[in-house]
């Protein structure tokens, strides 16, 4: 047995860096995908606008959208536009091409184009999330679940080189199980649209975001016995990052985006979930106000949150460890280059 890739798929660090990189080219060439200074606009009020691509509209992130639903970003001046790429390469590239200001993705995809050649390369500021966010669901409940249950099994998995998919194999490395022989990690389905695959039928597992993963719950097409974020330890699985020559031409701006982001960061560790929950609803009226705080609680008791945004360099050294074992990193790239602490250090004082 073995992995099934999605067909015709190149390495997700090639398809990212060759697509962003034309794009970033062509962008050069028109006026209209951002400022080529790399400066910024006001609004009517005053306020400095900012456009936030964010790689996937989810509960996860609630953070930060408590800190867009309290008023933080406005209270430093910041008239934000937030953007779904879903996609780290579409947000990626979001970001390369001028149509975003600041991206938010796994901070993988700021290898990838840093080792593709990218000279206006992005760099991560702030740190968000220190634990995976997706659970192993089953079609039965399952009592006492080992990770060698699987062998032998299909599993609906996520795209190679993409965050998810690279942590579950890391947490079936960890339990002496080869990702590649010992079970099939079907990979040919696009990412949202596992869970309805999963309930027409197709696998025996499948690993989910929230609110897929409650979804199943509640309709009784499956049931979470798994959180990947518990099993595969801290991870540095989702980061704030900018181009350089944005970062070195707007630190002030920077620094007010950050300090935002760190009081959403203390409202999530001093409020209880159903406070947090109550607090981000705005962001998910799609979803009933009981689901979302049943989210929050799951990822509340996991620890997902940091306390602050700091990117360690342990963290960045795990990730690639992480990316050298699932064979999508062709060299080491320096800690110093793609990560600065400046901002988040000087938002926890």
């Not at 790239?333 to 926890?348: I, K, Q, S």
Request: aromatic share 12%; with cysteine; charged share 20%.
């Amino acid at each position: 047995m073995k992995i099934m890739p999605k067909n015709n798929t190149y390495p997700i660090f090639r398809t990212l860096t060759v697509f962003g990189l034309c794009l970033a080219l062509l962008c050069s060439c028109f006026t209209g995908c951002g400022r080529a200074d790399g400066g910024t606009t006001k609004s009517s009020g005053g306020m400095t606008k900012v456009t936030l691509n964010e790689v996937a509209h989810s509960i996860f992130y609630a953070p930060m959208y408590v800190a867009i639903e309290e008023g933080y970003f406005a209270d430093e001046g910041i008239d934000l536009t937030l953007v779904t790429g879903f996609g780290a390469d579409k947000t990626m590239t979001a970001l390369l091409t001028g149509e975003a200001d600041i991206g938010f993705m796994g901070s993988e995809s700021t290898i990838y184009t840093y080792i593709g050649g990218t000279q206006d390369y992005a760099v991560n500021f702030a740190q968000l999330t220190q634990r995976a966010g997706n659970f192993l669901v089953s079609r039965e409940p399952v009592s006492g679940f080992s990770w060698d249950m699987l062998k032998g099994k299909e599993v609906l998995g996520g795209r190679a080189g993409g965050m998810p998919e690279m942590v579950f194999e890391y947490i079936l490395k960890k339990n002496n199980i080869d990702p590649q022989t010992d079970l099939v990690i079907d990979q040919s389905i696009d990412f949202g649209s596992t869970a309805a695959a999963f309930s027409g039928g197709q696998g025996d597992f499948t690993v989910e975001f929230e609110p897929h993963a409650t979804s199943l719950e509640a309709k009784g097409d499956g049931y979470v016995i798994a959180s990947l974020g518990e099993d595969s330890g801290y991870v540095p699985y989702t980061a704030f990052s900018a181009k350089k020559s944005f970062l070195d031409s707007n630190p002030e701006l920077i620094q007010s985006f950050t300090n935002a982001l760190q009081k959403g960061m203390d409202y999530v560790q001093s409020h209880t979930p159903e406070e947090i929950a109550k607090a981000i609803a705005p962001q998910f009226e799609e979803t009933d106000l009981e689901t979302i705080t049943s989210i929050v609680t799951r990822y509340y008791e996991q620890d997902t949150w940091k306390d602050n945004l700091v990117f360690e360099e342990d963290a960045f050294t795990l990730l690639q460890d992480i990316l050298d074992e699932a064979g999508e990193l062709s060299e080491r790239v320096p800690y110093g280059d793609l990560v600065t602490v400046t901002f988040a250090e000087a938002a926890a004082k």
